[in-house]
C-alpha cells in the first residue's frame, strides 16, 4: 500500500474504540490516528495519555485532523446522524456493525448514503486468520458447490455475514425460521476478564433455520455470551457437492472412489526454542498455505489481526487500491436478516426477507 500508513481518525472511546486504538498503536508501520472523537471528558485524557493522538469535540474539529478515513464506532442510534453529517462533509466512513437499529433505520440510512457508496461497515469476522483460511478452502471448489453453512459462534449480523460469505448468498428472499429457549449456563469470563462467579443462570440459545429456497441455506445457533464463554465452543460447518468443511477438518471427493479427510494446520512462531516471537506465521491444507499472516512477527490475536486488516483494506479502497472490504449494501443484508431471526424467533412465526433497495449493489453471488 502506498503513501504511507493509513491515516484515521476516530469517533468513540468505548471498548470497540479501544481494539482500533490498540490495533493501531501495535502497528504504526501501517496505521495512524489522527484523532479522536469524544464528549466524555473522563475519557480524554485517557486516550492521550496511553495512545497519543489528540481528543476533539465535535466532528469538524475531528475532520480537521486531515484523516483519510472516519472509523465510527458510534451505536446505530447515534450513527443514523453521524455517519450522514461525515459523508456530507467529503468523509470517507468505516461505521460500526450494525449499521442501522432496525429495518426502517437502515432504509433511512441507505437512501441518505448508500448510493454514494462512501460508507464500509466494521465487520471482520470473515476476516478473523481461521475463517479467512476456510474461505481459501470454499473458493478453491476444494468441497464442490457449496450449499449451506452451520455457525455458532457470534452474534446475529456477525453470524449472517459468515454465512452469506461462505454460501455465496445475495439478496433474494430468505425464509427464516427461529426458536428461542432458556437453560442455566454459567458465565465466568466478562469482558473486563474472570469474574470468579461460578452459579449457573438462564441463558437463551437461539436456533434459526435460513432458506433460500433453492437448496441454498444456514443454520444459525447463538447462546448469549458465547463469543466470549469458554464453556460454549466455536463451531462452523459448511456443506458443498462434494465434501465438507467442519471447523479445520475438510472431507473430500477426489476422484471416483477416493474420499480424503485433511486438517487447516495452524503454524504458529515463539513455541518450545523457536526464538521469532510468539506470532501466527500461516494456515495451510495438506502443505499449501492458505492464509498468511499480513503482520508476521507482530504479537497480534486473531481478532487484532482482522481489524487490522479491514482498517488497511479501507483505506486501500480509498486511495483507489483495492475493492471496497465490506460495503453498506452487504451490511444492510446481513442486518436484514438478523433483523428476520430476531422476529421469527419472538413470533413462533417464519419470516420472508424483501428485496431492499440495496440488493442491486450486492454484485451476485460470493464466494
Known amino acids: 500500500m502506498s503513501a504511507g500508513p493509513a491515516r484515521f481518525a476516530l469517533v468513540g472511546t468505548g471498548y470497540r474504540a479501544g481494539m482500533f486504538l ?124 457449496v450449499t449451506d453453512a452451520q455457525v455458532s459462534s457470534t452474534q446475529l449480523h456477525h453470524a449472517v455475514a459468515l454465512i452469506r460469505a461462505f454460501t455465496g448468498l445475495g439478496a433474494e428472499p430468505l425464509r427464516v425460521s427461529a426458536v428461542t429457549r432458556t437453560a442455566p449456563l454459567v458465565d465466568p469470563v466478562a469482558r473486563s476478564g474472570w469474574t470468579g462467579d461460578t452459579a449457573a443462570r438462564p441463558t437463551a440459545s437461539t436456533v434459526a433455520v435460513l432458506d433460500a429456497g433453492d437448496g441454498r441455506g444456514g443454520l444459525y445457533d447463538f447462546t448469549e455470551t458465547q463469543t466470549r464463554n469458554p464453556l460454549r465452543t466455536r463451531r462452523l460447518v459448511v456443506r458443498g457437492s462434494s465434501g465438507e468443511l467442519v471447523d479445520d477438518r475438510v472431507v473430500r471427493l477426489v476422484d471416483e472412489r477416493t474420499v480424503v479427510e485433511s486438517t487447516i494446520v495452524r503454524r504458529q512462531t515463539g513455541i518450545h526454542q523457536d526464538v521469532q516471537g510468539f506470532a501466527l506465521d500461516h494456515l495451510s491444507l495438506d502443505g499449501e498455505v492458505l492464509h498468511r499472516n499480513p503482520f508476521p512477527g507482530e504479537r497480534l490475536s486473531d481478532e487484532e489481526i482482522a481489524v487490522a486488516t479491514l482498517l488497511l483494506r479501507t483505506a486501500a479502497w480509498v486511495r483507489g487500491e483495492g475493492p471496497p472490504p465490506y460495503p453498506l449494501a452487504e451490511a444492510a443484508q446481513d442486518q436484514l436478516v438478523a433483523a428476520a431471526i430476531t422476529e421469527a424467533a419472538a413470533t413462533g412465526r417464519a419470516v420472508t426477507t424483501a428485496r431492499e433497495a440495496w440488493a442491486a449493489e450486492l454484485g451476485g453471488a460470493r464466494p
Request: glycine share 10%.
Open 22 to 145: 490498540r490495533v493501531a498503536a501495535r502497528l504504526p508501520q501501517h496505521l495512524r490516528v489522527t484523532g479522536v472523537l469524544t464528549r466524555r471528558p473522563d475519557a480524554a485524557g485517557e486516550v492521550t495519555r496511553r495512545f497519543g493522538p489528540p481528543v476533539v469535540g465535535d466532528a469538524a474539529a475531528l475532520l480537521a485532523t486531515s484523516p483519510e478515513l472516519v472509523v465510527s464506532t458510534a451505536p446505530p442510534s447515534v450513527g443514523a446522524t453521524l455517519v450522514p453529517h461525515l459523508v456530507a462533509a467529503g468523509a470517507a466512513v468505516l461505521a460500526e456493525t450494525p449499521p442501522g437499529a432496525d429495518v426502517p433505520a437502515l432504509r433511512r440510512l441507505w437512501d441518505e448514503v448508500g448510493p454514494g457508496g462512501r460508507v464500509q461497515v466494521a465487520e471482520q469476522y470473515p476476516l478473523n486468520p481461521g475463517n479467512a483460511a476456510r474461505l481459501a478452502v470454499v473458493r478453491r471448489g476444494l468441497i464442490g458447490a
